[in-house]
């Protein structure tokens, strides 16, 4: 069974600076890594899908890498903003880490 | 782009009753439905794969006379919880993975249930 570990747990930085989020797993065999985010009591909003052929996808502030050799994907978010404020969930195929809460201080 | 309808949102029901929650794929053909249940403050645990016309399969821990899943079309798979009880009460959300022919373009969430139950 896949382990997805998400480093750190919460993470609070003030408004404009840039930031990476970690994620790990244990078996290198993956089709695909989805970044998501999710706002307290809502749903899920998927932000980048990784295919297991690609190293990164880019989506505005937003960039994943995948490193499948090392079992590592990064989110990097430049100039955060307050309403980046959400917990953010790394995804290796179906199964979840447990995600980074992420506050953005104005 | 793919979508998953999930309903209810959001239902609240006695303790002992039985509850259905429907996911649908609106646009796409859902071979298999993921299903996770989400407590307060927690991750996404995946509960049971159902793949149609077949039987689900459960994660170790999950009980499958209580979550009953059929998956009865290419579009439509269900979870029933059976006579919930207070502990039942959580967040549950429906995922199907989206293909076309080798492409792969991830999985596709619903927007998810809140159970509670009294």
Redesign the interface.
């Known amino acids: 069974k896949q382990e997805v570990t998400q480093i750190p747990a919460a993470l609070s930085v003030p408004e404009g600076e840039n930031l990476v989020l970690n994620c790990s797993f244990t078996d290198s065999a993956i089709?695909?890594l989805?970044w998501?985010r999710q706002d307290p009591?809502?749903?899920?909003t998927?932000l980048l899908?990784i295919?297991s052929s690609q190293r990164e996808q880019t989506s505005g502030r937003l960039n994943a890498s995948l490193d499948k050799s090392s079992g590592r994907s990064t989110l990097y978010i430049a100039a955060s903003q307050p309403g980046d404020s959400a917990t953010y969930?790394c995804?290796v195929?179906?199964?979840?880490?447990?995600?980074t809460k992420l506050n953005v201080k104005p | 782009g793919a979508v998953v309808s999930q309903h209810p949102s959001w239902v609240i029901c006695k303790s002992g009753t039985s509850v259905k929650i429907e996911c649908r794929s609106l646009d796409f053909q859902a071979t298999t439905m993921f299903w996770y249940r989400q407590f307060p403050k927690q991750s996404l645990m995946l509960m049971a794969t159902s793949n149609e016309g077949s039987k689900a399969t459960y994660e170790q821990g999950v009980e499958k006379d209580k979550f009953l899943i059929n998956h009865a079309s290419l579009t439509l798979s269900t979870l029933t919880v059976t006579s919930a009880h207070p502990e039942d009460s959580s967040f549950y959300i429906c995922s199907a993975p989206r293909k076309s022919g080798t492409d792969n373009y991830g999985y596709t969430f619903g927007s998810g249930t809140r159970l509670t139950v009294v």
Request: glycine letters at 20%; aromatic letters at 24%; zero cysteines.
């Open positions: 089709y695909n989805q998501f009591g809502k749903g899920l998927s899908l295919q969930l995804a195929q179906f199964y979840f880490g447990s995600g």
